[in-house]
């Protein structure tokens, strides 16, 4: 099978309005991810972006180390005492072999090497030392809002999704996991916000930046009609839902710190 490009880049462009417009995680996920973790002294956060989930976890990491192979997204990232930058891919971060309690890559392991990953993962983890990926699909807000959300995603953007997209539609059911998985609780993500932010989340996503690239046209301009008719005459807030989708595991205590035969 043929490798993938070392990096898919479909968020440098746009990373201002990215880190600006992406909802945020549910602070009680960052207190399940440190309640497994052997200790608290450091958490790797792969494929960071903006540093939105690195920022997160830093109120219960001593250190965190956010990586991203996107010099944008790490320029755009906001200062943490605790969270150090770098401009790193996720397949070779460059942290020392044992050296983090906690391993995350949020809405991001899609876009990764994922077998140059878990050997990554596996060697920079302490023995015990736990990992977590988790990624989001569409938001739901009520029927007609869905179905008009729904077909954008499906029929006007959907043939600009890139590939591992599909990752993301099965909720990373079928990546491989070469860890001692455990059952999380469930998590989801909640936010009232009002139709002009909705439209610049859209503007966001990587197919809409595709299509934009590729016809010269803005397909989130184009369905706001249709989006305004099914949201309300006034356009105000309403409350958004994403269910995440969570794998959790952990590197077995005495285990090599990656495969023997990569």
């Given at each position: 099978?043929?490798?993938r490009?070392?990096?898919s880049?479909?968020?440098?462009?746009?990373?201002?309005?990215?880190?600006r417009?992406?909802?945020?995680?549910?602070?009680?996920l960052?207190?399940?991810?440190?309640?497994?973790a052997?200790?608290?002294?450091?958490?790797w956060?792969a494929g960071?972006?903006?540093g939105?989930?690195?920022r997160?976890?830093a109120?219960?990491?001593?250190?965190?180390?956010?990586t991203?192979?996107?010099?944008e997204?790490?320029a755009?990232a906001?200062?943490?005492?605790?969270?150090?930058?770098?401009?790193?891919?996720?397949?070779?971060?460059?942290?020392?072999?044992?050296?983090?309690?906690?391993?995350?890559?949020?809405?991001?392991?899609?876009?990764?090497?994922?077998?140059?990953f878990?050997?990554?993962?596996?060697?920079?983890?302490?023995?015990?030392?736990?990992?977590?990926?988790w990624?989001?699909?569409?938001?739901?807000v009520g029927?007609?809002?869905?179905?008009?959300?729904?077909?954008?995603?499906?029929?006007?953007?959907?043939?600009?999704?890139?590939?591992?997209?599909?990752?993301?539609?099965?909720?990373y059911?079928t990546?491989?996991?070469p860890?001692e998985?455990?059952?999380p609780p469930?998590?989801e993500?909640?936010?009232?916000?009002?139709?002009p932010?909705?439209?610049?989340?859209?503007?966001?996503?990587?197919?809409?930046?595709?299509?934009r690239?590729?016809?010269?046209?803005d397909?989130?301009a184009?369905?706001?009609p249709?989006?305004?008719?099914?949201?309300g005459?006034?356009?105000?807030?309403?409350?958004?839902?994403?269910e995440l989708?969570?794998?959790?595991?952990?590197r077995?205590r005495?285990?090599?710190?990656?495969?023997?035969?990569?």
């Amino acid at each position: 099978m043929p490798r993938r490009p070392a990096f898919s880049d479909h968020f440098s462009a746009t990373a201002a309005r990215y880190a600006r417009l992406r909802p945020n995680y549910p602070p009680r996920l960052f207190s399940y991810l440190a309640g497994i973790a052997p200790s608290r002294r450091r958490a790797w956060d792969a494929g960071a972006g903006n540093g939105q989930a690195s920022r997160a976890l830093a109120r219960h990491f001593r250190e965190v180390v956010a990586t991203d192979a996107s010099a944008e997204q790490i320029a755009r990232a906001r200062p943490h005492p605790r969270v150090t930058y770098r401009v790193a891919p996720a397949e070779k971060s460059g942290l020392s072999a044992e050296s983090a309690d906690l391993v995350t890559a949020a809405q991001a392991a899609h876009w990764f090497d994922l077998p140059r990953f878990w050997r990554e993962v596996r060697r920079v983890l302490v023995p015990g030392g736990a990992v977590a990926i988790w990624c989001y699909e569409l938001f739901r807000v009520g029927p007609r809002v869905d179905a008009v959300v729904a077909r954008f995603y499906r029929d006007v953007v959907g043939p600009y999704w890139p590939p591992e997209r599909k990752l993301v539609e099965t909720g990373y059911r079928t990546v491989e996991f070469p860890f001692e998985e455990l059952a999380p609780p469930r998590f989801e993500m909640r936010r009232r916000w009002s139709l002009p932010r909705v439209l610049g989340f859209l503007s966001t996503w990587s197919a809409v930046q595709r299509f934009r690239q590729s016809t010269g046209e803005d397909p989130v301009a184009a369905i706001r009609p249709e989006l305004a008719k099914a949201w309300g005459p006034s356009g105000g807030a309403r409350t958004l839902r994403w269910e995440l989708a969570l794998r959790v595991g952990r590197r077995p205590r005495g285990s090599p710190s990656a495969p023997r035969n990569p």
